[in-house]
């Protein structure tokens, strides 16, 4: 009896404890720090399913859950927690600091490293740091001044333009120096994809919205950038977009409204009378008339001048007319984000609308991104990063000497026509010139891409530190411009109207299959190793036409010309295939780091025989802040000293530059034909860049003061150039692997926390880069004398820079005949008033700042904030580039075109000292020289915000958050020659031009977190 009593006993217990734990209850408890502080906003999950909930601001929680479940409390930066549910209904939990996971995580080629592990030069840039230049929808605009050793200028102030980057300078000299993005681990085309010469440029990073984007990475040495062969010689950018975490979901709304205008006002135009009293004192000068009052009575005289005189004298101010004041730029984003113990996503949706400070031009986009990552079982994961936007640019005549431009105008339409009739409608005259105002109504020029970027990885834990993942992205764009001239008035009228359309078909496929083992040798040694094979194809696919003659008004499209012209299409594709093996060593806790890479590449630019190529890389890191013989230093938190070797190399060239071509686009005598193209060259390869870098990183006094120093070098050899041939081959020039340059500087990147604490922080920081470049061998042609590259105004040239200034020496006005003089020897001494007897010097320089420098301050007191950054360019020279027309004391400016009022400090009577000499009436050739050479240096306020963090002010209304700003882009611009009146942040050619300026705004900005 008693056993059989015990056994019943025994199930009876059993069923009530099976009972007990399958009823669920609610826990609740508090989620403290260390220093007993509350944490607000810490995950707590049921282990094994998706029931979670998270700590308030008081660090209060609650959550059912059954006895026996396991409850996961993770926090970032503090080490998860697991605790078991018992019979208590309260779980109080104290939570520690992770110091492996507080340690920055930085992104170095396909791997990923604590920083202390690092061992080359790189910085990051979080998503914070990125969206305080809302100027221009293309992300990479925001890296201005943030960087040292990297330079961004821009092409265009257009909506969508591009922008052109350069870290550490000039690495190559026709095989491009763009540096190449990553996005999500995955390389990627970047550039203008516009088709047209004389259009907006229009950048294809514009389809990607900063609001998406988790962090940007500038890889600057070997050590990182070897790891992606001939595309990382002129350095890396590694986007990372935003992915889901843990938790309820949030959600995020931002907006922001501004208007936007010019950053610099530019050079003044002179106005009708100006152009009056200048062609006066022209014929005067030029023996026409005894006297300027006899020259200005006999122009009045003229049709031209009579007019205007008989109307009262009225000025047509075209620089005013074509501007768009105050063009309105709106940003709107709703993302969210969440996930479970096995899943998380994050999903966005945004818009964007930016009016150009000149009429006729805009840009809008509209963009989404679904992110997500699951657990398909214990070990295998899917990752699928998708964004897609569609971006549409309303673009313009700007980019040359094209008089149908809004932009144009003002440097070639005299004030002596007025931009509107009396009754109010456009003031159609004739000449070339036409009013840019009726052209800008009633033309076309639209510019439209439609982009998608799918990127999916599955990743196979196979335990004992194996892992395999293969991801496989998708990059496909499809572009379309069209344009359509009018033919009542402007250039289309000689054709009756005229149109053209085009469209192009990009898509880029990218595998990758990755394998890593992590393992440790005993205590004191861990290895990363990574091997990985990589594949990628492009193709590209072009159809465009034109026809002229439209029979009535209102109709656009080419099926309805009169006269179909031409139709075009072709097809390209290039490929690219890569095996890649890395070692990762750290040892002694993380004293000594060790990076090698090798990478095993072929690229289908080259012949078979010549398409492979090696390229390496080794680092060194040394924690000396770990050393026992430190470590007691308390002032001390962080000492690494780093060094890095490798090889790099570049093929950025046309396709088939190896092959001896034909081609068929001819038309003799009514049949097709073909015709001998290309000069093939079997053994062209690759450019190399040889790359030493050394820095210290350092953290002192509890981190409160961090920066870095660097320094490095950078050979380029076999660089890949258009060397002349002797004309009996029937060619020009050849493609050939010859010539060597080196760029050299330094790099220093500091911020110091001037005060910490709970309600006051004030911080400053900044950075200063230097490069020194220099061309170092060139081609030698069959006597063995150097074959320079010269241009008009540059020269290539063994011990001087890329394209260094290279023009005759402007010796100034003389007072006594108003002539202007030149050096004869293109220095110093004796001068001559001819131009085309004064030799061509160097002028020093060249059109890349050799000194760029970033300043940023950050205030914030009591949820009041400022932010302030500003960037520095110096120690380069910029060009006038349409002097000629506009800037010469000559008749162009006061007669055919526009001048500016700058002429107006010129020569009139002996004794007079003036920049500019005695006018004449003459149509002077072009003469290219120093006096249109300015000092580029400039320093602009880039962003400055001032704004309230509301923090948790707002709980009770639903908002975990929220922020207002007001928000300055370029506000002020300092230049330091007073006769460079354009803006003096113009494109790494060194030219001004026609483009629409860079632009500064005010904005005012909301974002709200739920």
């Known amino acids: 009896m008693k056993t059989k009593f015990s056994g019943i006993l025994t199930l009876l217990l059993a069923f009530v404890v099976q009972l007990t734990f399958a009823q669920g209850k609610t826990i609740s408890g508090t989620v403290s720090d260390q220093s007993g502080m509350p944490l607000p906003g810490v995950n707590i999950?049921?282990?094994?399913?998706?029931?979670?909930?998270?700590?308030?601001?008081?660090?209060?929680?609650?959550?059912?859950?059954?006895?026996?479940?396991?409850?996961?409390?993770?926090?970032?930066?503090?080490?998860?927690?697991e605790r078991t549910v018992g019979t208590s209904n309260?779980?109080?939990?104290?939570?520690?600091?992770?110091?492996?996971?507080?340690?920055?995580?930085?992104?170095?080629?396909?791997?990923?490293?604590?920083?202390?592990?690092?061992?080359?030069?790189?910085?990051?840039?979080?998503?914070?740091?990125?969206?305080?230049?809302?100027?221009?929808?293309?992300?990479?605009?925001?890296?201005?001044g943030k960087v040292a050793g990297l330079t961004v200028s821009s092409n265009s102030g257009t909506p969508g333009s591009t922008s052109q980057i350069r870290i550490r300078g000039i690495s190559s000299i026709t095989a491009g120096n763009e540096p190449l993005y990553v996005i999500d681990g995955v390389p990627m085309s970047n550039g203008n994809i516009n088709t047209s010469g004389a259009t907006s440029f229009f950048s294809n990073l514009a389809a990607f919205d900063s609001n998406n984007i988790e962090s940007i990475t500038v890889l600057k040495d070997a050590s990182a950038t070897a790891q992606y062969g001939a595309r990382g010689s002129n350095g890396v950018i590694l986007i990372t977009t935003k992915s889901g975490k843990q938790g309820k979901t949030k959600f995020t709304f931002s907006s922001s409204y501004g208007v936007q205008n010019d950053a610099v006002d530019g050079p003044e135009p002179l106005t009708a009378a100006h152009r009056l009293e200048l062609a006066s004192e022209a014929y005067f000068n030029d023996g026409f008339f005894a006297t300027k009052a006899d020259a200005e009575a006999y122009l009045l005289g003229t049709s031209t001048y009579s007019s205007w005189d008989a109307a009262g004298r009225p000025e047509g101010n075209w620089k005013e007319v074509i501007k768009n004041k105050d063009a309105v730029v709106e940003n709107y984003s709703l993302s969210a984000s969440g996930g479970n113990e096995n899943s998380s996503f994050y999903t966005q949706l945004g818009y964007t609308s930016q009016e150009g400070t000149v009429i006729g031009s805009s840009f809008e986009r509209i963009n989404g991104a679904i992110n997500f990552s699951t657990n398909l079982t214990d070990n295998l994961k899917l990752t699928s990063n998708n964004q897609a936007a569609y971006t549409y640019q309303d673009a313009?005549?700007?980019?040359?000497?094209?008089?149908?431009?809004?932009?144009?105008?003002?440097?070639?339409?005299?004030?002596?026509?007025?931009?509107?009739?009396?009754?109010?409608?456009?003031?159609?005259?004739?000449?070339?010139?036409?009013?840019?105002?009726?052209?800008?109504?009633y033309n076309i020029n639209d510019n439209r891409l439609a982009r998608i970027v799918s990127d999916s990885q599955l990743s196979w834990d196979l335990g004992n530190g194996l892992s395999l993942s293969s991801k496989f992205n998708v990059n496909y764009q499809v572009y379309n411009s069209?344009?359509?001239?009018?033919?009542?008035?402007?250039?289309?009228?000689a054709t009756s109207g005229d149109a053209g359309q085009y469209t192009r078909n990009t898509v880029d496929y990218t595998f990758q299959n990755q394998l890593n083992y992590s393992f440790d040798l005993g205590e004191n040694h861990s290895f990363d190793a990574m091997l990985l094979q990589e594949y990628s194809s492009n193709r590209r696919y072009f159809l465009g036409a034109y026809g002229e003659n439209f029979a009535d008004d209102g109709l656009f499209n080419l099926d309805s010309t009169g006269n179909p012209i031409s139709i075009n299409s072709n097809y390209t594709d290039f490929y690219l295939g890569a095996y890649l093996g890395t070692l990762h060593y750290s040892g002694f806790d993380g004293k000594y780091v060790l990076d090698l890479s090798y990478r095993y590449e072929g690229n289908s630019r080259f012949h078979p025989d010549e398409?492979?190529?090696?390229?390496?890389?080794?680092?060194?890191?040394?924690?000396?802040?770990?050393?026992?013989?430190?470590?007691?230093?308390?002032?001390?938190?962080?000492?690494?000293?780093?060094?890095?070797?490798?090889?790099?190399?570049?093929?950025?060239?046309?396709?088939?530059?190896?092959?001896s071509l034909f081609s068929y686009g001819v038309d003799y005598n009514g049949q097709g034909a073909q015709v001998v193209n290309t000069f093939g060259n079997n053994k062209l390869t690759w450019e190399k860049s040889n790359t030493l870098d050394l820095g210290i990183d350092f953290g002192l006094l509890d981190g409160s003061i961090s920066g870095s120093v660097s320094y490095f070098n950078r050979k380029s050899s076999d660089l890949l150039l258009n060397v002349p041939l002797s004309l009996t081959t029937g060619f020009s020039s050849q493609v050939q692997n010859i010539g060597e340059l080196t760029n050299k500087g330094f790099e220093v990147e500091l911020n110091v926390d001037v005060v910490r604490s709970e309600n006051f922080n004030l911080s400053i920081g900044g950075n200063i880069g230097t490069v020194d470049n220099e061309v170092t061998k060139l081609p030698l042609d069959p006597n063995g004398i150097e074959r320079t590259i010269t241009t008009t105004i540059t020269r290539?040239?063994?011990?001087?820079?890329?394209?260094?200034?290279?023009?005759?020496?402007?010796?100034?006005?003389n007072p006594t005949t108003g002539l202007e003089e030149y050096y004869i020897n293109g220095v110093d001494g004796a001068t001559t008033t001819d131009f085309n007897q004064a030799e061509a010097a160097w002028q020093g320089d060249n059109a890349v700042p050799t000194l760029t420098a970033?300043?940023?301050?950050?205030?914030?007191?009591?949820?009041?904030?400022?932010?302030?950054?500003?960037?520095?360019?110096?120690?380069?020279?910029?060009?006038?580039g349409w002097h000629r027309y506009t800037n010469q004391t000559n008749a162009y400016p006061i007669f055919a075109f526009q001048g500016l009022q700058s002429l107006l400090d010129?020569?009139?009577?002996?004794?007079?000292?003036?920049?500019?000499?005695?006018?004449?009436?003459?149509?002077?050739?072009?003469?290219?020289?120093?006096?249109?050479?300015?000092?580029g240096e400039f320093m602009r306020l880039r962003s400055l915000t001032i704004g309230y963090d509301f923090k948790d002010k707002l709980e009770s209304i639903g908002l975990t958050n929220a922020q207002v700003y007001l928000r300055g882009n370029n506000l002020l611009t300092w230049v330091k020659d007073d006769n460079l009146k354009y803006d003096p942040e113009v494109d790494l050619g060194g030219q001004t031009g026609l483009e629409t300026p860079p632009i500064k705004s005010i904005s005012f900005g909301l974002t709200l977190n739920f």
């Open 796 to 813: 290539i040239e063994t011990g001087h820079s890329v394209r260094a200034w290279y023009m005759p020496t402007w010796a100034g006005v």
């Open 611 to 659: 398409r492979w190529g090696s390229f390496w890389s080794v680092g060194g890191a040394w924690n000396l802040h770990k050393e026992n013989f430190i470590s007691d230093v308390n002032w001390i938190n962080n000492l690494k000293f780093r060094a890095s070797y490798g090889v790099t190399g570049n093929a950025n060239i046309g396709l088939n530059q190896y092959q």
């Open 45 to 81: 999950i049921v282990k094994n399913t998706t029931n979670g909930t998270q700590t308030d601001f008081d660090g209060n929680y609650s959550i059912t859950a059954n006895v026996g479940d396991i409850l996961v409390f993770s926090y970032v930066g503090l080490k998860t927690l």
């Open 90 to 144: 309260t779980i109080n939990v104290t939570m520690e600091e992770d110091a492996s996971v507080l340690e920055e995580v930085v992104v170095v080629g396909y791997s990923t490293f604590r920083k202390s592990e690092v061992t080359g030069s790189t910085v990051k840039l979080g998503s914070e740091k990125l969206t305080d230049v809302v100027v221009a929808p293309s992300v990479d605009q925001a890296l201005q």
């Open 854 to 880: 970033g300043l940023n301050l950050h205030v914030d007191y009591k949820g009041f904030y400022l932010d302030a950054n500003g960037y520095y360019a110096g120690g380069h020279k910029i060009y006038e």
């Open 482 to 493: 069209r344009s359509y001239s009018n033919r009542n008035y402007g250039y289309g009228a």
């Open 906 to 935: 010129r020569w009139q009577q002996p004794g007079d000292i003036a920049r500019n000499g005695k006018f004449t009436s003459a149509f002077t050739p072009w003469q290219r020289h120093s006096k249109y050479l300015y000092d």
């Open 396 to 441: 313009f005549l700007e980019r040359s000497a094209y008089f149908e431009g809004a932009r144009s105008a003002p440097f070639f339409l005299s004030p002596l026509y007025q931009p509107y009739n009396d009754d109010g409608t456009f003031n159609e005259f004739g000449g070339s010139l036409p009013n840019p105002l009726y052209i800008t109504k």
